[in-house]
């Protein structure tokens, strides 16, 4: 089975600051992995992906993850922070003996102060 | 594209009632759709898998007989909460997967229902 560990659950950067947010991932097949930001009361939107392509992924709103197969990482970054980053993020992964299901860490708020 | 729908946003209902909740693909077909239940603070959690025309594939410790699920078409799934009490209350979050190759894995989410049992 498949597992993602997010370190930290909150994340506290000033505006225009590095963002990074920390993912970790097993799994025994080669994975899929994601991450999603959710505004409160809302649903999960995609913000990029990994799939076995590059290893260096750029997503929407200024954000990219790198896959790094030796530390089973999948950092997010995003060079400089906006206001209107604050939300909740989640790293998770899937496989294809999986059929799609997706396993997701326990989250991440990321605050912006001005 | 790749946009899913949920109704109702949010629904508040007395105990010992039945909810249903709608998850529709808007611009593409969805072979497999998938409901979690997200409580407060907390990451989602699978409930179930749904694929089109057959029965849907519970998660562990996830009452079947509570929480029923039907995927009649591949751009429809319903999640039907059955006497619900107020432990159900929660945001239940769809998602669906795309029959396309170049979609990969990549699931849809839709935008959330939040269920009030008082």
């Known amino acids: 089975a498949q597992s993602v560990t997010q370190l930290g659950s909150h994340v506290s950067v000033s505006e225009g600051a590095l963002v990074l947010l920390r993912c970790n991932y097993s799994s025994s097949v080669p994975p899929y992995l994601f991450w999603y930001v959710q505004y409160p009361n809302q649903g999960l939107q995609l913000l990029l992906k990994y799939t076995s392509a590059a290893t260096l992924v750029k997503g929407i709103n200024g954000f990219e993850a790198e896959f790094k197969k030796s530390e089973t990482s999948f950092h997010l970054t995003k060079p400089s922070a906006h206001m209107s980053d604050a939300a909740e993020y989640f790293c998770a992964v899937s496989v294809l003996t999986s059929y799609g299901k997706l396993t997701f860490g326990q989250g991440t708020i990321l605050t912006v102060h001005p | 594209g790749a946009v899913v729908s949920q109704h109702p946003s949010w629904v508040i209902c007395k105990s010992g009632t039945s909810v249903k909740i709608e998850c529709r693909s808007l611009d593409f077909q969805a072979t497999t759709m998938f409901w979690y239940r997200q409580f407060p603070k907390q990451s989602l959690m699978l409930m179930a898998t749904s694929n089109e025309g057959s029965k849907a594939t519970y998660e562990q410790g996830v009452e079947k007989d509570k929480f029923l699920i039907n995927h009649a078409s591949l751009t429809l799934s319903t999640l039907t909460v059955t006497s619900a009490h107020p432990e159900d209350s929660s945001f239940y979050i769809c998602?669906?997967?795309?029959?396309?190759?170049?979609?990969?894995?990549?699931?849809?989410f839709g935008p959330g229902t939040r269920l009030t049992v008082l």
């Open positions: 998602s669906a997967r795309g029959r396309q190759a170049h979609q990969g894995d990549t699931q849809y």
